[in-house]
């Protein structure tokens, strides 16, 4: 049965990878998962962002990609090491800090899919999100990590438990049972979607028999980072059910009459 989050809204999905900076933007005064960002993509239309999670040195959820702020500003500390207020004070001038809280509470028709960066992250993660459990997508390489998330927002209270997508073992598993023409139904048996990139090296990912095979176990398949029209209406005509990308803008517009 299709999970809640993907109800009302429209298909193929555009998520905007880590919100949206606006062309013509000086890259330095915008960071990446940022208030601003996510103002944006809501701004462009973007039905779902497409986020990260870490936490802070206080325990507080906030949504930063990397380890550290070196590819940001410079600053090869962790984000594990700063606190909340120090790295509030960090992004001030580029957008914003958001912990996950704010980014729900902020932008309350915004449906997120929450990429869990580290262990430490997945119960903080799944305590945040229970209450808005019908929204979010959990997601993680560690399936691990994206199952602890999901179990924490359960025992916290969660309605429903939140959508998931499969991490690199599930989508291992995927990609073995459609080369082998067997049903990967029982890999797939607690995931909404799968997320893969097109390629991953010389393999090809998102393949034609991988889409229909997913759609057979009612799974969503959706590709990242896409950035050019014509990949992105490519795919979508291959059978994808969601485009994640930096543009969400140009996806939009590009993926309106699809």
């Known amino acids: ?97 958001l912990t996950v809280r704010e980014a729900l ?19 903080p993660l799944g305590r945040v999100v ?26 916290h209270g969660a309605a429903m438990r939140p959508a998931t997508s499969g ?7 995927l990609r073995a049972f459609t080369a082998a023409h067997l049903s990967p139904a029982r890999a797939l048996a607690d995931v909404d979607a799968v997320q893969i990139p097109e390629r991953h090296g010389p393999v090809r990912l ?3 028999a991988l889409i229909r095979a997913a759609h057979r176990c009612d799974v969503e398949v959706h590709v990242w980072t896409i950035n050019e029209p014509e990949d992105m209406r490519r795919l979508v005509a291959l059978g994808v059910d969601g485009i994640v990308t930096d543009r969400a803008d140009i996806a939009l517009t590009s993926l309106r009459s699809e």
């Open 1 to 97: 049965m299709t999970h809640p989050y993907f109800f009302g809204t429209r298909h193929p999905r555009v998520l905007a990878h880590r919100g949206l900076i606006p062309a013509g933007r000086d890259d330095s005064a915008v960071w990446d998962n940022t208030a601003a960002a996510f103002a944006a993509a809501h701004a462009a239309g973007a039905e779902y962002i497409e986020t990260d999670c870490r936490l802070t040195a206080d325990g507080d959820v906030v949504l930063v990609h990397d380890e550290t702020l070196e590819r940001l500003s410079g600053d090869t500390r962790r984000v594990d090491e700063l606190r909340t207020r120090e790295l509030a004070a960090l992004f001030a001038d580029h957008g914003g800090l």
């Open 206 to 208: 998102a393949t034609r």
């Open 167 to 173: 991490g690199r073992r599930t989508i291992a598993a």
């Open 130 to 155: 229970a209450g808005h459990a019908e929204r979010v997508l959990v997601t993680s390489f560690s399936d691990v990590r994206r199952r602890t998330a999901v179990a924490a927002a359960l025992q």
């Open 105 to 123: 509470e902020g932008f309350p028709g915004t449906r997120f899919n929450i990429d869990v960066k580290t262990d430490a992250a997945a119960q």
